[in-house]
T-cell receptor, first 118, second 117 residues
Framework: GAVVSQHPSRVICKSGTSVKIECRSL??????MFWYRQFPKQSLMLMATSNEGSKATYEQGVEKDKFLINHASLTLSTLTVTSAHPEDSSFYIC??????????????FGDGTRLSIL | GNSVTQMEGPVTLSEEAFLTINCTYTATGYPSLFWYVQYPGEGLQLLLK?????DKGSNKGFEATYRKETTSFHLEKGSVQVSDSAVYFC????????????????FGKGTLLTVNP
C-alpha cells in the first residue's frame, strides 16, 4: 500500500534551535501534503496544507514565520520549526494524498516526529 | 462547517468482547468517511473507509456502515484482541472552500481502546 516516510522520528534539542522535519511519499506522487500537530491524548490539529510548487496554506492561528513549509517536489515536503521553544514540543505528523484520484480519497500518514525542546 | 463527534473513551474491554465506537458527523455536501487507528507512538493508519451511503467498509474484522439517514459511521468488531488496543479516529473529507477546491480531513477527538487479556 501507499507509504509515507517521515524523518526524523524523534528530535531533542535546545531552545532556539531550528528543526527540519521531512515528509516523503515513497511510492506515489503527492501534489498536496498536510502537516498536523497532536498534543498528548488529543486529536490531530491541521496546521497547514502544503502545495507542490506554490505557497502553503496555513490554518488560522498558525504562525507562518514560525512553521516554514516547503514542498519542492512531488514526493517531498518539509516543515521547519524556527527558533523552537519548549511550547513547540509536540508530536508532528504529516500526510500525503496521491495526485491520482479525487480529493476525497484517503490521506496516507507518516509515523510522526516527536519534538522535545529543552 | 464540518464536524465529527465520536464516543469519548477510554473504552476498556476483555479479549473477545464486542466493540462499538459511535461516530456521527455533520458536513456540507457528500462526505467520504474514514476510520483511522493510531498505535502508541506511531502515526495514523487507515483502517477502513466508505464513500457513499450504505457502503460498508471492512478490514481486519472491523466494520462500519455509512448511514446517511442518521449521519453515522459507527465502528464495530465482533471479537477484539489485545493487539487492537489503540486510539481510533473517525474522520471525514468533504469539499470546502470556494468551488470545493480544498479537501481537508476533519477528525473526531479519538477514542482510546484498551483490550485486556
Amino acid at each position: 500500500g501507499a507509504v509515507v516516510s517521515q524523518h526524523p522520528s524523534r528530535v531533542i534539542c535546545k531552545s532556539g534551535t531550528s528543526v527540519k522535519i521531512e515528509c516523503r511519499s515513497l511510492d506515489f506522487q503527492a501534489t498536496t501534503m498536510f502537516w498536523y500537530r497532536q498534543f498528548p491524548k488529543q486529536s490531530l490539529m491541521l496546521m497547514a496544507t502544503s502545495n507542490e510548487g506554490s505557497k502553503a496554506t496555513y490554518e488560522q492561528g498558525v504562525e507562518k514565520d514560525k512553521f516554514l513549509i516547503n514542498h519542492a517536489s512531488l514526493t517531498l515536503s518539509t516543515l521547519t520549526v524556527t527558533s523552537a521553544h519548549p511550547e513547540d514540543s509536540s508530536f508532528y505528523i504529516c500526510s500525503a494524498r496521491d495526485r491520482k484520484g479525487q480529493g476525497n480519497q484517503p490521506q496516507h500518514f507518516g509515523d510522526g516526529t516527536r519534538l522535545s525542546i529543552l | 462547517g464540518n464536524s465529527v463527534t465520536q464516543m469519548e473513551g477510554p473504552v476498556t474491554l476483555s479479549e473477545e468482547a464486542f466493540l462499538t465506537i459511535n461516530c456521527t458527523y455533520t458536513a456540507t455536501g457528500y462526505p467520504s468517511l474514514f476510520w483511522y487507528v493510531q498505535y502508541p507512538g506511531e502515526g495514523l493508519q487507515l483502517l477502513l473507509k466508505a464513500t457513499k451511503a450504505d457502503d460498508k467498509g471492512s478490514n481486519k474484522g472491523f466494520e462500519a456502515t455509512y448511514r446517511k439517514e442518521t449521519t453515522s459511521f459507527h465502528l464495530e468488531k465482533g471479537s477484539v484482541q489485545v493487539s487492537d488496543s489503540a486510539v481510533y479516529f473517525c474522520a471525514l473529507i468533504a469539499p470546502t472552500g470556494s468551488g470545493g477546491s480544498n479537501y481537508k480531513l476533519t477528525f473526531g477527538k479519538g477514542t482510546l481502546l484498551t483490550v485486556n487479556p
